[in-house]
């Protein structure tokens, strides 16, 4: 846990000081996007915060391959590297966009690159969950093909969720801390001779990025992380999934009445539930306008929640418990009885469902309405 740790500060540490830097760098050049109508600022804020996570994430792998304990995860295994040559080509792809605004389809390509470097090279599925088992795929394209949409999907849909202040940083950290504490405590508990994992170590790194980031973007922001930082941090989220996942059929995730067993296929869902969520409702609504998928609009949840009342403080905070509860109700279920869990789980989403509607509820209250007398 200790070598983790320090990984996740010294990303935090970089990340926090290269953000630093970016803001400069950004200010000085006046490399900033044009204010669009469905952006939630209205002063000029440079984007180029992803350049600072990256940093972060750069710097705390490459000390991990040379530090006690973790660096047994690089050893004879390319996979690591292959994620990071794979990050670095999303961030290039990602500061395009947000200095020249690409079209949908050439920015698609880019992401479709990157998944396909981190695919060949660094890791894919193997296993596709399923129940009563897993499938095992033997068919090497067809792993390929699968890791690289998944990638891609959770790219965009946390890029999706970047609309707000603080926002997909601290759904990143919230999730990504569940994620790393239960492969932490697989590994930890399983009869293993080396508890070193990819997993954990990319999710420690991803946290520390996300933490040395986060105070130069908690609203009022200071800069963005862009579409470089929202779709670094999905690529390396859903890298981490896929190593989880392919790790089912191993034997870590086996205990006493097998609920533990779908921990890896419900945890990466729980984490990254809401920007899914947000990302299949956008594809909806669009495609229902007869609009492309993937053009912009003031649609997503984020933007609800402030139609009906909330601060942008308020919203923020908000989808921050909501993810607290998706995402640690889901670690829940490796360490508690099902049923307590899923009782306890239902019932914080009702709580939390009301309190989240509660502004529109009071806006209908008779008497309560602007200009509906007492």
Known sequence: MIMYLLMMLTAAVVSYAATWGARLVGTRLELFSPIRSRDMHSHQVSRLGGLGIFAGILVALIVASQSFFVKDIFRNNSAPWGVLAGAALIVVVGLADDLLDLRW???????????????????????????????????????????????????????????LDGLAAGVAIIGGVAFFLTAYWV???????????????????????????????????????????????????????????????????????????????????????????????????????GRSPWSADRGHLHH????????????????????????????AFAIYPWQIVLAIDLGATAVMAVATAWPYIRQRTPGQAAGTPE
């Open 304 to 331: 609800k929640l402030l139609d009906i009342g909330y601060s942008h403080r308020g919203a923020v905070v908000l989808m921050y418990l909501w993810t607290c509860i998706l995402s640690f109700g889901g670690l």
């Open 187 to 289: 590994h930890r508990n399983a009869p293993l001779t080396d508890f070193s994992d990819l997993a954990t170590l990319l999710t420690a790194i991803v946290v520390g990025g996300c933490l040395g980031f986060l105070p130069h973007n908690w609203f009022p922001s200071k800069i963005f992380m862009g579409d470089s930082g929202a779709m670094l941090i999905g690529l390396l989220l859903a890298t981490a999934g896929v190593v989880s996942t392919g790790q089912i059929t191993s034997g870590l995730y086996d205990r006493i009445n097998g609920i533990p067993t779908i921990i890896p296929i419900l945890l990466p869902f729980a984490v990254l539930f809401l920007p899914l969520l947000d990302l299949g409702l956008a594809i909806v609504r669009r495609t229902a306008l």
């Open 105 to 163: 389809w050439v920015k698609l390509i880019g992401q479709s690159a990157a998944a396909g470097v981190v695919a060949v090279w660094g890791v894919r599925m193997t296993i596709v969950p399923f129940f009563p088992e897993p499938v095992v795929i033997h068919n090497e394209a067809v792993s390929i093909v699968l890791t690289a949409g998944l990638i891609v999907t959770t790219m965009n849909a946390f890029n999706f969720i970047d609309g």
